[in-house]
């Protein structure tokens, strides 16, 4: 056979492959560390295997590629780290390994989510659309700040779990909705604003209820309704708040075929240890270290089953913080790794190979070029 009959042979099968590759390539194994620098600043030492490592170095050894972290508007008065310059620092660390990065827009001063999304301080008392002006320049600004820093993120989250809106009271739902998606529209505007020539990075809107179809579909006519534009569906998925693993395929079912979006995990959790949430009825997995490993899996496991693969994936809340939050991290309580950080490896090792070889496989003795046979 001539070798040009080779080379297109070569391509049809070569072709495929890599577009099957590409297909998955931005799959999210993931975790929000949003304090793991905190910790460490603190003089936490995480180890694995018995050796101090820096943490997101075990989380890079361990096949996770994504990073998601929030920013708050001004959280250091009020607790948290999560200011600009903390998360810049943070997302350089992690970029530097090779981490994709979510950045999660808290409008708030501190914590957000549906039990209380509160206006920041400096915003209180602004009318409607001066919120509004507020909410793009502070999202533009801090845009802008990122690309300046080389940490582009390449999914934004506008809102963090915002089911019940954000910047209370102004934005809270249901009775707000023409102001939330003023809101929402500023977020996804600032960003914009703020990237310049740099590619747009993929916009997701948070909602907590994971696995509840009617809420969900509830929320999202009405995000249709004011057409608002956006890429990925985020949900928390929580074993003692938000309904049965068959409760989340299903809705993660819904939010591929009938949204036509795709669907990632933003948060999930579960306990190595005795927990409250479970004391009058079992919790799907023992809060053993083995349980948790098996959570973490279970819940990959869902979400990579969605349907069209809509399914892009799954990120832990927090496993890697200080104090309160050890029982559900990835480290016990002397900082070694715990074996949750095992769930992914049927699908990240062995990393694939970057010296210009087949990723995978030897290739077939057909496609080795040579004189004709």
């Known amino acids: 056979m001539k070798s040009s009959a080779w080379l297109r042979l070569l391509f049809l099968i070569v072709l495929p492959l890599a577009a099957h590759a590409q297909q998955y390539t931005d799959y999210a194994f993931g975790a929000d560390l949003s304090f793991l620098k905190q910790a460490e600043d603190h003089g936490k030492k995480f180890k694995d295997g018995g050796v101090a490592k820096p943490g997101l170095q075990i989380f890079r050894d361990h096949g996770y590629n994504y990073i998601r972290l929030r920013i708050c508007v001004e959280p250091v008065a009020y607790g948290l780290p999560n200011d600009l310059a903390y998360t810049i620092a943070l997302a350089k660390q992690a970029k530097a390994l090779g981490f994709k990065f979510v950045l999660s827009f808290h409008y708030s001063n501190a914590w957000a ?3 209380g999304e509160p206006t920041p301080k400096a915003w209180q008392g602004l009318a409607p659309e001066q919120l509004v002006e507020a909410i793009f320049t502070h999202t533009r600004d801090t845009i802008a700040a990122c690309r300046e820093a080389g940490v582009m993120p390449d999914i934004v989250g506008v809102g963090n779990e915002i089911t019940n809106g954000f910047c209370w009271p102004v934005g809270r739902l249901p009775e707000n909705w023409d102001n939330l998606a003023a809101m929402v ?77 795709d669907v990632v995990v933003m948060e999930t959790g579960a306990y190595w240890k005795p927990s409250p949430y479970f004391q009058q009825s079992p919790p799907p997995f023992p809060e053993t270290p083995e349980g948790q490993k098996q959570w973490f899996a279970a819940v990959n496991e869902v979400v990579m089953a969605t349907p069209h693969g809509r399914g892009k994936g799954v990120f832990w809340w927090e496993p890697a913080a200080e104090r309160d939050l050890v029982a559900r991290g990835f480290f016990d309580d002397d900082g070694n790794a715990l074996p949750v950080f095992e769930a992914f490896h049927a699908y990240t090792r062995p990393a694939q190979r970057v010296d210009g070889q087949f990723p995978v496989t030897t290739p077939p003795a057909a496609l080795h070029f040579g004189p004709n046979r």
């Open 113 to 115: 989510d549906p039990t």
């Open 185 to 261: 529209y500023a977020g996804i505007n600032g960003v914009d604003a703020g990237r310049g020539n740099t590619r747009r990075p993929r916009i997701l809107l948070h909602v907590d209820h994971g696995g509840d179809v009617r809420d969900t579909k509830r929320f999202f006519d009405k995000i249709a309704d004011y057409g608002i534009p956006y890429d990925i569906v985020g949900v928390s998925f929580y074993p003692w708040s938000h309904g049965t693993l068959v409760d989340l395929r299903a809705n993660c079912r819904f939010i591929a075929e009938e949204l036509q979006k």
